[in-house]
Protein backbone atom coordinates (compact mmCIF):
# COMPACT_ATOMS: atom_id res chain seq x y z
CA UNK A 1 0.00 0.00 0.00
CA UNK A 2 1.64 3.70 -1.04
CA UNK A 3 2.31 5.52 1.92
CA UNK A 4 3.58 8.89 0.26
CA UNK A 5 3.90 11.07 3.97
CA UNK A 6 5.72 8.30 5.30
CA UNK A 7 7.79 8.28 2.37
CA UNK A 8 8.16 12.16 1.94
CA UNK A 9 9.02 12.02 5.89
CA UNK A 10 12.05 9.53 4.92
CA UNK A 11 13.27 11.99 2.22
CA UNK A 12 12.84 14.87 5.13
CA UNK A 13 14.94 13.08 7.59
CA UNK A 14 17.43 11.99 5.38
CA UNK A 15 18.21 15.86 3.84
CA UNK A 16 17.03 15.04 0.83
CA UNK A 17 14.00 17.88 0.00
CA UNK A 18 15.66 21.02 -0.56
CA UNK A 19 15.18 23.65 2.43
CA UNK A 20 12.42 26.05 0.49
CA UNK A 21 10.28 23.01 -0.07
CA UNK A 22 9.93 21.87 3.14
CA UNK A 23 6.63 23.76 3.38
CA UNK A 24 5.56 22.74 0.40
CA UNK A 25 1.91 21.08 1.06
CA UNK A 26 1.08 17.63 -1.27
CA UNK A 27 -2.55 17.61 -0.20
CA UNK A 28 -2.03 14.20 0.59
CA UNK A 29 -3.59 12.39 3.42
CA UNK A 30 -2.55 9.41 5.48
CA UNK A 31 -3.14 7.13 8.51
CA UNK A 32 -0.53 7.54 10.67
CA UNK A 33 -1.78 5.43 13.32
CA UNK A 34 -4.99 3.48 13.99
CA UNK A 35 -8.05 6.27 13.00
CA UNK A 36 -5.32 9.12 13.22
CA UNK A 37 -4.97 10.53 9.40
CA UNK A 38 -2.58 13.16 8.97
CA UNK A 39 -3.39 15.39 5.96
CA UNK A 40 -0.45 17.69 4.55
CA UNK A 41 -1.59 21.02 3.99
CA UNK A 42 0.22 24.07 3.88
CA UNK A 43 -0.76 24.52 8.03
CA UNK A 44 -1.15 20.68 8.59
CA UNK A 45 -4.44 18.97 10.00
CA UNK A 46 -5.22 15.97 11.62
CA UNK A 47 -8.21 13.89 11.63
CA UNK A 48 -8.89 11.65 14.45
CA UNK A 49 -11.46 9.15 14.85
CA UNK A 50 -13.45 8.67 17.95
CA UNK A 51 -16.47 6.68 19.05
CA UNK A 52 -18.23 10.34 19.62
CA UNK A 53 -17.06 12.07 16.05
CA UNK A 54 -14.05 13.08 14.76
CA UNK A 55 -11.71 15.63 16.53
CA UNK A 56 -9.41 17.83 14.29
CA UNK A 57 -6.62 19.22 15.56
CA UNK A 58 -5.99 22.72 13.57
CA UNK A 59 -8.13 23.79 10.72
CA UNK A 60 -5.83 25.35 8.28
CA UNK A 61 -6.33 28.53 6.70
CA UNK A 62 -8.87 30.84 5.79
CA UNK A 63 -7.93 30.95 1.95
CA UNK A 64 -8.26 27.03 1.45
CA UNK A 65 -11.25 25.77 4.07
CA UNK A 66 -13.11 24.34 1.70
CA UNK A 67 -10.67 22.55 0.02
CA UNK A 68 -9.77 21.44 3.42
CA UNK A 69 -12.79 20.71 4.29
CA UNK A 70 -13.21 18.30 1.24
CA UNK A 71 -10.26 16.79 2.30
CA UNK A 72 -11.50 15.94 5.46
CA UNK A 73 -14.74 14.37 4.55
CA UNK A 74 -12.68 12.24 1.64
CA UNK A 75 -11.47 10.86 4.81
CA UNK A 76 -14.76 10.58 7.49
CA UNK A 77 -18.23 11.97 6.85
CA UNK A 78 -18.82 11.54 11.13
CA UNK A 79 -19.90 14.60 12.63
CA UNK A 80 -17.15 16.81 13.89
CA UNK A 81 -17.52 17.06 17.65
CA UNK A 82 -14.73 19.06 18.64
CA UNK A 83 -11.73 21.24 16.61
CA UNK A 84 -8.27 21.59 18.70
CA UNK A 85 -6.49 25.11 17.92
CA UNK A 86 -2.78 24.50 18.57
CA UNK A 87 -2.76 29.00 18.44
CA UNK A 88 -4.12 31.49 16.79
CA UNK A 89 -2.13 31.63 13.46
CA UNK A 90 -4.61 31.96 10.61
CA UNK A 91 -3.19 29.56 8.80
CA UNK A 92 -4.33 26.88 12.06
CA UNK A 93 -7.46 28.49 13.59
CA UNK A 94 -9.64 29.73 10.23
CA UNK A 95 -10.63 26.70 8.46
CA UNK A 96 -13.78 26.03 10.41
CA UNK A 97 -16.57 27.75 9.07
CA UNK A 98 -17.18 24.77 6.98
CA UNK A 99 -18.02 22.44 8.98
CA UNK A 100 -19.97 25.02 11.38
CA UNK A 101 -22.18 25.59 8.71
CA UNK A 102 -22.76 21.77 7.92
CA UNK A 103 -23.74 20.92 11.70
CA UNK A 104 -26.56 23.72 11.32
CA UNK A 105 -27.43 22.69 7.96
CA UNK A 106 -27.90 18.73 9.41
CA UNK A 107 -28.90 20.15 12.61
CA UNK A 108 -26.01 18.64 14.18
CA UNK A 109 -24.59 19.69 17.65
CA UNK A 110 -22.13 22.90 16.83
CA UNK A 111 -18.65 21.34 17.30
CA UNK A 112 -16.55 22.18 20.37
CA UNK A 113 -13.52 24.78 19.81
CA UNK A 114 -10.66 23.95 22.38
CA UNK A 115 -7.93 26.31 22.98
CA UNK A 116 -6.05 28.16 25.29
CA UNK A 117 -7.58 31.33 26.67
CA UNK A 118 -5.06 34.21 24.82
CA UNK A 119 -5.96 32.83 21.50
CA UNK A 120 -9.78 34.87 21.56
CA UNK A 121 -7.56 38.17 22.62
CA UNK A 122 -5.21 37.36 19.80
CA UNK A 123 -8.40 36.93 17.46
CA UNK A 124 -9.60 40.46 19.18
CA UNK A 125 -5.84 41.92 18.31
CA UNK A 126 -6.05 40.52 14.37
CA UNK A 127 -9.40 42.39 14.30
CA UNK A 128 -7.73 45.93 15.49
CA UNK A 129 -4.95 45.80 13.20
CA UNK A 130 -6.40 44.33 10.03
CA UNK A 131 -4.52 46.15 8.06
CA UNK A 132 -1.37 46.22 8.99
CA UNK A 133 -1.73 42.40 9.10
CA UNK A 134 -2.78 42.81 5.48
CA UNK A 135 0.46 44.92 4.48
CA UNK A 136 2.58 42.12 6.27
CA UNK A 137 1.46 39.69 4.51
CA UNK A 138 1.37 41.65 1.64
CA UNK A 139 4.98 42.23 1.95
CA UNK A 140 6.19 38.88 3.32
CA UNK A 141 4.71 36.41 0.76
CA UNK A 142 4.47 39.17 -2.22
CA UNK A 143 0.59 38.92 -2.68
CA UNK A 144 -2.19 41.35 -2.86
CA UNK A 145 -2.70 42.81 1.10
CA UNK A 146 -5.58 40.87 2.43
CA UNK A 147 -6.58 39.49 6.07
CA UNK A 148 -9.50 37.94 7.47
CA UNK A 149 -12.19 39.85 9.19
CA UNK A 150 -14.24 37.05 10.91
CA UNK A 151 -12.90 34.54 14.12
CA UNK A 152 -14.30 31.57 15.55
CA UNK A 153 -12.99 31.41 19.67
CA UNK A 154 -12.84 28.37 21.90
CA UNK A 155 -15.34 28.13 23.52
CA UNK A 156 -13.39 25.56 25.73
CA UNK A 157 -10.78 27.57 27.11
CA UNK A 158 -8.15 26.35 29.57
CA UNK A 159 -4.82 28.14 31.52
CA UNK A 160 -2.09 25.95 32.04
CA UNK A 161 -3.10 22.48 31.13
CA UNK A 162 -6.51 20.84 30.29
CA UNK A 163 -7.60 17.03 29.82
CA UNK A 164 -9.95 16.90 27.12
CA UNK A 165 -11.68 13.73 26.17
CA UNK A 166 -14.20 12.45 23.11
CA UNK A 167 -15.41 9.30 23.58
CA UNK A 168 -12.58 6.67 24.06
CA UNK A 169 -9.85 8.96 23.33
CA UNK A 170 -8.50 11.59 26.14
CA UNK A 171 -5.69 14.50 25.24
CA UNK A 172 -3.93 16.32 27.18
CA UNK A 173 -3.08 20.04 25.93
CA UNK A 174 -0.50 22.38 27.57
CA UNK A 175 -0.05 26.07 27.20
CA UNK A 176 3.52 26.88 26.50
CA UNK A 177 4.55 30.28 25.32
CA UNK A 178 7.02 30.76 22.43
CA UNK A 179 6.21 31.19 18.62
CA UNK A 180 3.16 32.88 20.51
CA UNK A 181 1.46 32.99 23.69
CA UNK A 182 -1.59 30.82 22.98
CA UNK A 183 0.39 27.95 22.27
CA UNK A 184 -0.71 24.75 22.65
CA UNK A 185 1.10 21.40 22.58
CA UNK A 186 -0.97 17.79 22.86
CA UNK A 187 -0.43 14.48 24.15
CA UNK A 188 -2.17 11.40 23.56
CA UNK A 189 -0.48 9.06 26.42
CA UNK A 190 -1.46 5.74 25.05
CA UNK A 191 -0.88 6.43 21.30
CA UNK A 192 2.38 8.34 22.43
CA UNK A 193 1.70 11.06 19.75
CA UNK A 194 2.77 14.51 20.36
CA UNK A 195 0.78 17.54 18.64
CA UNK A 196 3.68 20.31 18.45
CA UNK A 197 2.04 23.01 16.90
CA UNK A 198 4.19 25.54 15.22
CA UNK A 199 6.86 24.63 18.24
CA UNK A 200 8.48 22.60 15.34
CA UNK A 201 8.20 23.13 11.83
CA UNK A 202 11.49 21.50 9.95
CA UNK A 203 12.72 25.01 9.76
CA UNK A 204 14.35 27.32 12.19
CA UNK A 205 12.35 28.26 15.01
CA UNK A 206 9.94 31.14 14.32
CA UNK A 207 11.48 33.32 17.09
CA UNK A 208 12.39 36.25 16.01
CA UNK A 209 10.08 37.38 13.05
CA UNK A 210 10.55 41.08 12.79
CA UNK A 211 6.98 42.48 11.73
CA UNK A 212 5.51 40.16 14.44
CA UNK A 213 4.73 40.59 18.14
CA UNK A 214 7.30 39.22 20.70
CA UNK A 215 8.65 35.39 20.86
CA UNK A 216 9.82 33.46 23.66
CA UNK A 217 12.60 31.60 22.86
CA UNK A 218 13.43 29.91 26.31
CA UNK A 219 9.81 29.09 27.53
CA UNK A 220 9.71 27.51 23.30
CA UNK A 221 12.99 25.36 24.14
CA UNK A 222 11.64 24.44 27.51
CA UNK A 223 8.38 23.15 25.93
CA UNK A 224 10.36 21.00 23.64
CA UNK A 225 12.13 19.22 26.51
CA UNK A 226 8.56 18.60 28.04
CA UNK A 227 7.54 17.33 24.91
CA UNK A 228 10.88 14.73 25.15
CA UNK A 229 10.28 13.51 28.83
CA UNK A 230 7.08 12.12 27.68
CA UNK A 231 9.21 9.71 25.12
CA UNK A 232 6.73 10.56 21.95
CA UNK A 233 6.89 7.74 19.07
CA UNK A 234 5.14 10.34 16.47
CA UNK A 235 5.84 13.63 16.18
CA UNK A 236 3.05 15.35 14.59
CA UNK A 237 4.29 19.32 13.41
CA UNK A 238 2.73 22.25 12.24
CA UNK A 239 4.41 21.96 8.98
CA UNK A 240 6.29 19.76 6.99
CA UNK A 241 5.68 16.00 7.82
CA UNK A 242 5.89 14.37 10.68
CA UNK A 243 8.69 12.70 12.34
CA UNK A 244 8.50 8.80 13.24
CA UNK A 245 10.37 7.14 15.54
CA UNK A 246 11.32 7.60 19.29
CA UNK A 247 14.95 8.35 18.84
CA UNK A 248 14.47 10.59 15.52
CA UNK A 249 11.22 12.68 17.47
CA UNK A 250 14.07 12.85 20.87
CA UNK A 251 16.65 13.96 18.98
CA UNK A 252 14.87 16.42 16.62
CA UNK A 253 13.14 17.76 20.13
CA UNK A 254 16.19 18.33 22.02
CA UNK A 255 18.27 19.82 18.80
CA UNK A 256 15.91 22.42 18.45
CA UNK A 257 15.99 23.47 22.20
CA UNK A 258 19.30 23.72 22.36
CA UNK A 259 19.44 25.68 19.28
CA UNK A 260 17.00 27.87 21.04
CA UNK A 261 18.44 27.73 24.71
CA UNK A 262 22.10 28.80 23.03
CA UNK A 263 21.10 32.34 21.37
CA UNK A 264 18.86 32.85 24.40
CA UNK A 265 21.51 31.93 26.69
CA UNK A 266 24.64 33.79 24.52
CA UNK A 267 22.53 37.20 24.63
CA UNK A 268 21.49 37.30 27.79
CA UNK A 269 25.31 36.83 28.45
CA UNK A 270 26.33 39.61 26.61
CA UNK A 271 23.23 42.05 27.77
CA UNK A 272 24.94 41.67 31.61
CA UNK A 273 27.97 42.33 30.32
CA UNK A 274 26.98 45.74 29.33
CA UNK A 275 27.12 45.24 25.59
CA UNK A 276 24.54 47.01 22.52
CA UNK A 277 22.66 45.07 20.42
CA UNK A 278 24.74 45.45 17.40
CA UNK A 279 28.02 43.69 19.30
CA UNK A 280 25.76 41.00 20.38
CA UNK A 281 24.37 40.64 16.83
CA UNK A 282 27.52 40.63 15.62
CA UNK A 283 28.59 37.79 18.07
CA UNK A 284 25.67 35.76 18.72
CA UNK A 285 25.35 31.99 16.49
CA UNK A 286 23.23 28.96 16.76
CA UNK A 287 25.42 25.77 17.96
CA UNK A 288 27.89 25.02 15.03
CA UNK A 289 27.31 21.48 15.31
CA UNK A 290 23.57 21.38 14.38
CA UNK A 291 24.21 23.67 11.01
CA UNK A 292 23.65 20.67 8.97
CA UNK A 293 20.47 19.38 10.67
CA UNK A 294 18.01 19.40 7.97
CA UNK A 295 15.00 20.49 10.49
CA UNK A 296 17.24 24.18 11.52
CA UNK A 297 17.52 25.15 8.16
CA UNK A 298 16.89 29.39 8.22
CA UNK A 299 14.38 29.19 5.55
CA UNK A 300 11.71 31.46 7.29
CA UNK A 301 13.11 33.02 10.25
CA UNK A 302 16.89 34.12 11.02
CA UNK A 303 19.03 33.29 14.12
CA UNK A 304 19.79 37.04 13.65
CA UNK A 305 15.73 37.90 14.44
CA UNK A 306 15.74 35.93 17.38
CA UNK A 307 18.80 37.20 18.79
CA UNK A 308 16.71 40.76 18.68
CA UNK A 309 13.55 39.39 19.96
CA UNK A 310 15.83 38.01 23.27
CA UNK A 311 16.72 41.55 23.44
CA UNK A 312 13.44 42.82 23.20
CA UNK A 313 11.82 40.75 25.52
CA UNK A 314 14.45 41.08 28.12
CA UNK A 315 15.82 45.13 27.48
CA UNK A 316 12.80 46.81 25.39
CA UNK A 317 13.33 48.87 22.46
CA UNK A 318 16.14 50.94 22.88
CA UNK A 319 19.41 49.36 21.37
CA UNK A 320 22.30 50.56 23.92
CA UNK A 321 23.55 53.22 21.11
CA UNK A 322 22.65 57.08 22.94
CA UNK A 323 21.80 58.66 19.71
CA UNK A 324 19.19 55.43 18.61
CA UNK A 325 17.27 56.91 21.91
CA UNK A 326 15.85 60.38 20.41
CA UNK A 327 16.73 60.12 16.68
CA UNK A 328 16.63 62.46 14.18
CA UNK A 329 14.71 61.47 11.46
CA UNK A 330 15.62 59.49 8.65
CA UNK A 331 15.43 62.74 6.09
CA UNK A 332 17.45 64.65 8.41
CA UNK A 333 20.62 62.47 8.22
CA UNK A 334 20.11 61.47 5.04
CA UNK A 335 19.85 65.82 4.22
CA UNK A 336 23.22 65.53 6.29
CA UNK A 337 24.80 62.60 4.91
CA UNK A 338 24.41 63.94 1.43
CA UNK A 339 26.11 66.84 2.77
CA UNK A 340 28.91 65.95 3.64
CA UNK A 341 29.28 63.04 0.53
CA UNK A 342 29.07 66.45 -1.84
CA UNK A 343 25.34 65.67 -3.18
CA UNK A 344 22.83 62.93 -3.40
CA UNK A 345 24.44 61.63 -6.68
CA UNK A 346 27.61 61.21 -4.75
CA UNK A 347 25.94 59.47 -2.31
CA UNK A 348 23.96 56.84 -4.63
CA UNK A 349 27.21 56.35 -6.29
CA UNK A 350 29.04 55.54 -3.30
CA UNK A 351 26.39 52.97 -2.51
CA UNK A 352 26.62 51.64 -5.91
CA UNK A 353 30.64 51.00 -5.30
CA UNK A 354 29.92 49.18 -2.07
CA UNK A 355 27.49 47.27 -3.78
CA UNK A 356 29.73 46.53 -6.54
CA UNK A 357 32.40 45.35 -4.00
CA UNK A 358 29.65 43.00 -2.09
CA UNK A 359 29.03 44.86 0.58
CA UNK A 360 25.35 45.44 -0.12
CA UNK A 361 24.18 45.68 3.58
CA UNK A 362 26.29 49.17 4.24
CA UNK A 363 25.20 49.96 0.19
CA UNK A 364 21.66 49.50 1.73
CA UNK A 365 22.11 52.24 4.45
CA UNK A 366 23.52 54.86 2.17
CA UNK A 367 20.85 54.88 -0.61
CA UNK A 368 17.89 54.71 2.22
CA UNK A 369 19.75 58.10 3.32
CA UNK A 370 19.50 59.61 -0.33
CA UNK A 371 15.59 58.37 -1.02
CA UNK A 372 14.90 59.54 2.49
CA UNK A 373 16.44 62.97 1.70
CA UNK A 374 15.11 63.52 -1.64
CA UNK A 375 11.86 60.61 -2.04
CA UNK A 376 11.59 61.77 -6.00
CA UNK A 377 14.83 61.27 -6.95
CA UNK A 378 14.14 58.26 -9.75
CA UNK A 379 18.07 57.72 -10.02
CA UNK A 380 18.30 57.46 -6.17
CA UNK A 381 14.74 55.03 -6.23
CA UNK A 382 16.61 53.19 -9.86
CA UNK A 383 19.71 52.21 -7.30
CA UNK A 384 17.96 51.42 -4.43
CA UNK A 385 16.07 48.80 -6.30
CA UNK A 386 19.15 46.92 -7.97
CA UNK A 387 20.65 46.77 -4.13
CA UNK A 388 17.77 45.37 -2.70
CA UNK A 389 17.13 42.86 -5.50
CA UNK A 390 20.40 41.85 -5.07
CA UNK A 391 20.01 41.43 -1.26
CA UNK A 392 16.89 39.78 -1.76
CA UNK A 393 18.76 37.25 -4.01
CA UNK A 394 21.26 36.82 -1.62
CA UNK A 395 18.73 35.97 1.43
CA UNK A 396 17.92 32.28 2.20
CA UNK A 397 15.05 33.54 5.10
CA UNK A 398 11.38 34.24 3.44
CA UNK A 399 11.17 36.87 5.62
CA UNK A 400 14.17 38.42 4.50
CA UNK A 401 13.65 38.00 0.88
CA UNK A 402 10.08 39.64 1.45
CA UNK A 403 11.11 42.87 3.25
CA UNK A 404 13.90 43.32 1.08
CA UNK A 405 12.03 42.02 -2.12
CA UNK A 406 8.96 44.81 -0.91
CA UNK A 407 11.81 47.45 -0.99
CA UNK A 408 12.88 46.55 -4.36
CA UNK A 409 9.16 46.58 -5.89
CA UNK A 410 8.64 50.11 -4.52
CA UNK A 411 11.89 52.05 -5.59
CA UNK A 412 11.12 49.77 -9.02
CA UNK A 413 7.89 51.92 -9.28
CA UNK A 414 8.70 55.52 -7.78
CA UNK A 415 12.22 55.54 -9.89
CA UNK A 416 9.29 54.79 -13.04
CA UNK A 417 7.27 57.87 -11.69
CA UNK A 418 4.54 55.67 -10.44
CA UNK A 419 3.64 54.17 -7.07
CA UNK A 420 3.29 56.08 -3.36
CA UNK A 421 5.70 58.29 -1.97
CA UNK A 422 8.68 56.86 -0.59
Known sequence: MSRPISELAERFWAGAVP???????????????????????????????????LVLIDTSNYAARDKTFALVRSVDAAPVVAAIYTHGHADHALGLPPFLAEARARGRPRPRIVGHRNVAARFTRYQCTNGYNALINA??????????????????VYDTTLTFTAGEVSLELTH????????????WAERRIVWTGDQFIWVTPNA??????????????ASLRAMRTREPELLIPG???????????AQALEDTAEWLET??????????????????????????????????????????????????????????????LKPAREAEIGHEVA???????????????????????LAGHLVDWAV?????????????????????????????????????????????GTGPRA
Open 19 to 53: PGQLWKPTGQVEEMADGVFFLHTFANMTVVRTGAG
Open 139 to 156: RQFGIAPAWPQDYDAPDL
Open 176 to 187: ARGETDDHTWIW
Open 208 to 221: GNPQKVQRYAGEWA
Open 239 to 249: HGVPIVGRARV
Open 263 to 324: LEHETLARMNAGATLDEIVAEVRPPARLATRPYLQAVYDEPEYVVRNVWRLYGGWWDGIASH
Open 339 to 361: RLAGGIERLVARAEELAAAGDLA
Open 372 to 416: AADPDARAAHAARAAIYAARAKDAAALMTRGIFTAAARESTERAA
